[in-house]
Structure formats: C-alpha cells, structure tokens
C-alpha cells in the first residue's frame, strides 16, 4: 500500500463550525445533548474510547436519561482569550507567518561575477564530498561528521585529495581544489531553492523558486561560483515575536477590561505595550508606545454571561462597514530598512486609488483694512458647501456635513448625535448611534490693528508634519512628545527603528 497525508487546513475546520452554526441557528437542523446511565470505568483517569458501530450506537442510545435541543442562543463562535497585559510584546496581524521561506534578501551584490552564481539556501544543493573528483568552483560539498556534516565550497575547483576535509575555518586545500568551511543551518527545514541574477558584475536579484516547508527560523544563505566574490543574502522566514508559524495561532488581538477587542497593526518593531488600547473609532489609532490597535467588537454582555471564560471568547461578526478598511491602506511593513537614506519616498501600485491630499490655507491677502475697528473677528467659510452646526439628540442623515468645534465631519452611518459633540480628528468615531468621519477643519486667523486700519491678517495654523533634525540613539521605548507654542492641543506618537526616532506620527494637528 503506498503512503498517504492528509492535510485539514484552517479554512475547512472553520467552514464546518459556520455550517453547524448556520443549521442551529437556522433552526434547517435538530441537534441535542444528552445524559446517560452511570458507567464504571477501570480507570477514572482513563474513559474508553467511543466506538464506530452500530452496536455501540445502539448501546449509547439505549443508556440515555434526559436529553436537550441545543437553541441558537447555546452556540457563540469563540476564539482563544488574550486579555491585554502592560509590558507585553504582542504579534502583528500578519498573514505571512509560516514555516516556509518568504525571501531571500539581497545584502551585497559583490563584484567581478562573469556568470550567474549558485545560491545555496541551507544544505539543499549540496553533495557529498568523494576522493579524487573533479570538483568545480562553487560546488557545495558535504562530509559526514558526528552523526551531522561539514559543509564546504569549493573556491578553486580542481581535484580533490585522498582524505576527507576536517577544517571547520577558512580556506584549506584539499588536493588540488580549495574547499572554504562554511556555517550551515537548515533551521529545521527542507526544499527552499533560489537563483541569481547578474548585471554588470554584480548579483542585482535573488529569486526564490521554491519556498520549501518546516523552517523553525532563518536558514543560512551561501552565493558562490559564477567567478566573483562577496555577494551576501540572507533567507526571510516570518515567525511572529510569540513563536507562531501560523496566523490562527498567533496572539495579534486582546481584549480589555472594557471587553472592547482590538487587532495590533503594528507592534512597533517587536517592542513591548505599555499603552492599553482604548476607544470605538473604525480607523486604526496609534498609541504612544508606537503600537497601532484598530478596534474589532464589544463582547455583548449576553455572550459575555454564557461564552466567556478565561480562556475563550466569544467573537461578533461586524456587519456594519465601518469596521472595515474598504480597501485602504492602513499600514506598511518595512522588512529591510537598509542604511545610509536621508531622504525617500514609496510608490504603490494597484488597482486602488490616492486618497485627496488636503488643502491647506498659506496665506490671506489683505484687499482694505477698513476704519473704526478695534476687536475684530476674522470668519473664514469652511472648506465645503452645505455644512450645517452640529446638533446633540439630532437625526443625521447619510453624507451630511456637519461643523462642530470648527472641526468639519461627514455622516458615514446615519442615525442621532450623541449627548456630546464629536472630538476626533481622524478616521471614523461613532457619535450616538450615528458615525462621524473626520473630513477637515476650518481655517482660522486673527487681525493686526492700527488706528482702527486692519493691517494685516495672520492665519492660525495647525501641526501637519514633523521633520526629524536629530535621531538620537540609544531609546528603548518611545519617548513622549510634547508641543510648546501658543497653540493647543497637538499630539504625535514616536517610533523607534534599533534605538533611533525615525519619524512621529501625528495624532491631532491641534489648532491656534
């Protein structure tokens, strides 16, 4: 009989879970849990195993006592519970977590290559080391050592010796050939292959042509042959910060003591959270421990009483738009930061679509100053027609504009304001049982006064970017941002790359 696998993948599982839940709570099937007769076993630690006859069916329904209809209110889908803890390293949502090799990613080009170059990803390519062969430059030779192998390429082909390498450094020759040792790993895995490109001299690309299977971590990259020198790569396995090869397996949400459940976007290259996550808004928010948390659901207090246990949760289908990207772009990963940038930039390309940069005022001119004033107020119209004041305990239709605070949003999910005025200034936040997307902010200015002649008129400005002066080195957690000046209420979250402030992310513009 010839051997067999089989696989039942994460996707299967799920689809047969969401069928019995369908037929419960759809009531197109009957299932029932039930009661039956006392049974001694040999062993309390040990119960028998249950049995695929017929006999034992009937066995098992003749023993029965009392039984029950599972409702629809009996069933929850739930998911394993991560309750967010300060000073915890959380994973990414991340779908690329597997045991397989993502990349490889070229670190130098080297020089002097006539020829494309063997790329040897852990041992797969090499062969195994024979006395008086002809060998070639680049063959990846192997001997056996200790129930495990010597790895070595070969420098400078010619014909090996009449004894077996030993050296586990640099370059000995073995006969006529030079065998250089090399550190190999295979990181527990098998099958990855990769192939190089050359311009010019240089290995300009690595492609990877199988990613193979099993990898624990990061095998070992070796570039040799095709006549040049020192070219380098290295092999991207992503394992999340937890261990996890999988996503379902991964701990990339929380829930709080709110039971608000929230998906990490970003864990700020692996840092610790020390920030817990907080609010409703559909966008994601950024924390100032450099963590970015986008909002999933509140557990209802009815699943809460009969699903929630320390440790599972019960999880809520969001059926309402607003809980989704729609598409956007919420954050980019940055798997090889290079060295050396003082300037950059990244082009995306797709089947979306730019997102409308915002206009800002840069400047009023002056066409009189008038007579008589001595307090005047400057009002400059908002940026959009048709925009009404914001209202408490008022309806709200869909793609109405309102203006509170000078802050302009649009109605994404329609309904009644709330008891309080709206106060984010990015994404979507719900106000009552309506949404409000933040959509700008009204300029505003003051004037100069001479004599009762208003001459000149200053544009008060917000906070829309910062440019980085100085790194500085040595961080280990982001350091808090604050703003000086005679405006309020700015706000930006730092982020940390290997100890350095590479760049702040604003989190309100603030005003005046």
């Given at each position: 009989?010839?051997?067999?696998?089989?696989?039942?993948?994460?996707i299967?599982?799920?689809?047969?879970?969401?069928?019995?839940?369908?037929?419960?709570?759809?009531?197109?099937?009957?299932?029932y849990?039930?009661?039956?007769?006392?049974?001694?076993?040999?062993?309390?630690?040990?119960?028998?195993?249950?049995?695929?006859?017929f006999?034992?069916?009937l066995?098992?329904?003749?023993?029965?006592?009392?039984?029950?209809?599972?409702?629809?209110?009996?069933?929850?889908?739930?998911?394993?519970?991560?309750?967010?803890?300060t000073n915890?390293?959380?994973?990414?949502?991340?779908?690329q977590?597997?045991?397989?090799?993502?990349?490889?990613?070229?670190?130098?080009?080297?020089?002097?290559?006539?020829?494309?170059?063997?790329?040897?990803?852990?041992s797969?390519g090499?062969?195994?080391?024979?006395?008086?062969?002809?060998?070639?430059?680049g063959?990846?030779?192997?001997?056996?050592?200790?129930?495990?192998?010597?790895?070595?390429?070969?420098?400078?082909?010619?014909?090996?010796?009449?004894?077996?390498?030993?050296?586990?450094?640099?370059?000995?020759?073995?006969?006529?050939?030079?065998?250089?040792?090399?550190?190999?790993?295979?990181?527990?895995?098998?099958?990855?292959?990769?192939?190089?490109?050359?311009?010019?001299?240089?290995?300009i690309?690595?492609?990877?042509?199988?990613?193979?299977?099993?990898?624990?971590?990061?095998?070992?990259?070796?570039?040799?042959?095709?006549?040049?020198?020192?070219?380098?790569a290295?092999?991207?396995?992503?394992?999340a910060?937890?261990?996890?090869?999988?996503?379902?397996?991964?701990?990339?949400?929380?829930?709080?003591?709110?039971?608000?459940?929230?998906?990490?976007?970003d864990?700020?290259?692996?840092?610790?959270?020390?920030?817990?996550?907080?609010?409703?808004t559909?966008?994601?928010v950024?924390?100032?421990?450099?963590?970015?948390?986008?909002?999933?659901?509140?557990?209802?207090?009815?699943?809460?009483?009969?699903?929630?246990?320390?440790e599972?949760?019960?999880?809520?289908?969001?059926?309402?738009?607003?809980?989704?990207?729609?598409?956007n772009?919420?954050?980019?990963?940055?798997?090889?930061?290079g060295?050396?940038?003082?300037?950059?930039s990244?082009?995306?390309?797709?089947?979306?679509?730019?997102q409308?940069d915002?206009?800002?005022?840069?400047?009023?001119?002056?066409?009189?100053?008038?007579?008589?004033?001595?307090?005047?107020?400057?009002?400059?119209?908002?940026?959009?027609?048709?925009?009404?004041?914001?209202?408490?305990?008022?309806?709200?239709?869909?793609?109405?504009?309102?203006?509170?605070?000078?802050?302009?949003?649009?109605?994404d999910?329609?309904?009644?304001?709330?008891?309080y005025?709206?106060?984010?200034?990015?994404?979507?936040?719900?106000?009552?049982?309506?949404a409000?997307?933040?959509?700008?902010?009204?300029?505003?200015?003051?004037?100069?006064?001479?004599?009762?002649?208003?001459?000149?008129?200053?544009?008060?400005?917000?906070?829309r970017?910062?440019?980085?002066?100085?790194?500085?080195?040595?961080?280990?957690?982001?350091?808090?941002?604050?703003?000086t000046?005679?405006?309020?209420?700015?706000?930006?979250?730092?982020?940390?790359?290997?100890?350095?402030?590479?760049?702040?992310?604003?989190?309100?513009?603030?005003?005046?």
């Amino acid at each position: 009989m010839a051997d067999t696998s089989s696989l039942l993948k994460t996707i299967l599982h799920n689809s047969i879970a969401e069928g019995l839940s369908n037929e419960i709570t759809n009531r197109t099937a009957r299932y029932y849990y039930f009661l039956g007769k006392t049974l001694s076993w040999e062993d309390d630690t040990t119960p028998p195993f249950p049995v695929d006859s017929f006999a034992y069916e009937l066995g098992t329904r003749n023993e029965i006592i009392t039984m029950k209809e599972i409702k629809p209110t009996d069933v929850a889908f739930v998911v394993p519970r991560y309750s967010w803890v300060t000073n915890t390293v959380y994973d990414m949502y991340d779908d690329q977590y597997s045991y397989e090799v993502q990349g490889i990613n070229l670190i130098s080009g080297g020089t002097a290559y006539g020829s494309a170059p063997y790329v040897y990803v852990g041992s797969g390519g090499s062969v195994l080391w024979s006395a008086s062969t002809v060998v070639l430059a680049g063959t990846f030779l192997k001997t056996p050592s200790n129930g495990s192998y010597r790895y070595y390429i070969v420098e400078s082909g010619g014909t090996t010796g009449t004894t077996a390498p030993v050296h586990v450094d640099g370059n000995v020759a073995n006969g006529t050939a030079m065998l250089n040792a090399v550190a190999v790993t295979d990181a527990g895995g098998t099958g990855a292959s990769a192939s190089a490109t050359v311009l010019d001299g240089k290995v300009i690309d690595i492609t990877l042509t199988s990613r193979g299977t099993g990898y624990m971590f990061a095998p070992s990259v070796w570039i040799a042959g095709g006549g040049g020198q020192s070219a380098y790569a290295e092999a991207v396995v992503n394992v999340a910060p937890s261990g996890a090869h999988k996503l379902e397996d991964a701990i990339f949400y929380v829930v709080t003591d709110e039971y608000n459940v929230y998906k990490c976007l970003d864990n700020n290259n692996h840092a610790a959270s020390t920030y817990k996550p907080i609010g409703t808004t559909v966008d994601p928010v950024t924390f100032p421990d450099g963590y970015m948390w986008k909002f999933l659901y509140n557990i209802p207090i009815a699943l809460r009483t009969k699903f929630l246990t320390d440790e599972y949760m019960p999880v809520v289908t969001a059926l309402r738009n607003q809980f989704y990207s729609n598409g956007n772009l919420q954050t980019l990963r940055v798997d090889n930061a290079g060295s050396g940038y003082t300037t950059g930039s990244i082009s995306v390309q797709g089947d979306g679509y730019l997102q409308a940069d915002p206009l800002y005022l840069t400047g009023v001119t002056l066409g009189s100053g008038g007579s008589g004033y001595s307090s005047p107020v400057i009002n400059i119209d908002p940026p959009f027609t048709n925009v009404s004041t914001w209202l408490a305990n008022t309806t709200l239709f869909l793609g109405q504009k309102v203006i509170y605070n000078n802050n302009i949003y649009e109605v994404d999910i329609a309904g009644t304001s709330g008891s309080y005025g709206p106060v984010h200034k990015t994404g979507i936040a719900s106000n009552g049982t309506s949404a409000l997307k933040y959509i700008g902010t009204s300029a505003t200015a003051t004037a100069t006064v001479s004599g009762g002649v208003i001459n000149a008129i200053t544009l008060l400005g917000m906070v829309r970017e910062l440019t980085i002066t100085n790194n500085g080195s040595g961080y280990t957690s982001a350091p808090t941002v604050n703003f000086t000046g005679d405006g309020t209420g700015a706000a930006g979250v730092a982020v940390l790359a290997n100890g350095h402030v590479i760049k702040v992310i604003m989190t309100d513009a603030g005003q005046n």
